[in-house]
């Protein structure tokens, strides 16, 4: 079955700079890709997603960029805010977007 | 559009007893799935439903679980005999199709 794997486990960033999460899946037939933030008692909410027939999507301070022959995806936080503070999930899925693989998280921490 | 609710938000039980959790998705959609967190960790895949079907059940649901959507609307999941290992977050998500699926709160189960 699918694998994801996902680094780095805690990132401390000063606000204002910039933060980059990344993950790698091992099923090469997994086409969707989204990322998902969790905050403390909540659910996780998606923040952006990205399907395997683009390279890159971008929706203001946040972009994903895919490389299916490396089989990575990567989440990119410009500017990054206090209220960005939160775990961060990768994910994958084949079949378009069925059951999800998740990462294992990475805990991101913005220094104000 | 109310979002994904899940009730109980907080359930403690003892070892052996039986435990039931409901899942009411967003109104529209037809896809319904059951996810597993503890601590530290991503979600972990259990089951889906479209409609009233079960069309996939994860190796972690051992016998002790069943989860079912009678009317394709709702959805329980019920653990008999409860274990401590089966202490967790259980989340609930639903999609319309393939698109975003989106996460209720969870229920948060700990077995004493």
């Known amino acids: 079955g699918e694998n994801v794997e996902q680094h780095p486990s805690t990132l401390s960033v000063q606000e204002g700079d910039s933060a980059v999460i990344k993950c790698t899946y091992s099923?090469?037939?997994?086409?969707?890709f989204p990322w998902y933030k969790q905050e403390l008692g909540k659910g996780p909410q998606l923040i952006i997603d990205i399907r395997s027939n683009v390279g890159e999507k971008k929706d203001q301070r946040i972009a994903v960029t895919l490389n299916k022959t490396a089989k990575h995806f990567s989440l990119h936080i410009t500017e990054t805010q206090p209220e960005d503070s939160a775990v961060y999930f990768c994910?994958?899925?084949?079949?378009?977007?069925?059951?999800?693989?998740f990462g294992t998280g990475t805990r991101l921490t913005i220094i104000p | 559009d109310t979002g994904v609710s899940q009730d109980p938000r907080h359930k403690i039980t003892k070892r052996g007893q039986n435990v039931t959790f409901r899942c009411d998705p967003i109104?529209?959609?037809?896809?319904l799935y059951w996810y597993r967190q503890t601590l530290g960790q991503g979600p972990e895949f259990l089951t889906y439903f479209q409609n009233e079907a079960q069309l996939e059940k994860s190796r972690l649901l051992s016998d002790r679980f069943s989860a079912e959507r009678p009317k394709g609307s709702f959805s329980t999941l019920e653990i008999q005999r409860t274990e401590q290992g089966d202490s967790a977050m259980y989340l609930c998500?639903?999609?319309?199709?393939?698109?975003?699926?989106?996460f209720g709160p969870g229920t948060r189960l700990t077995v004493l």
């Open positions: 994910a994958a899925s084949a079949g378009g977007n069925e059951k999800l693989t």
């Open positions: 998500a639903s999609s319309w199709n393939t698109d975003t699926q989106y």
């Open positions: 109104s529209e959609h037809n896809r």
């Open positions: 099923d090469s037939a997994s086409n969707y």
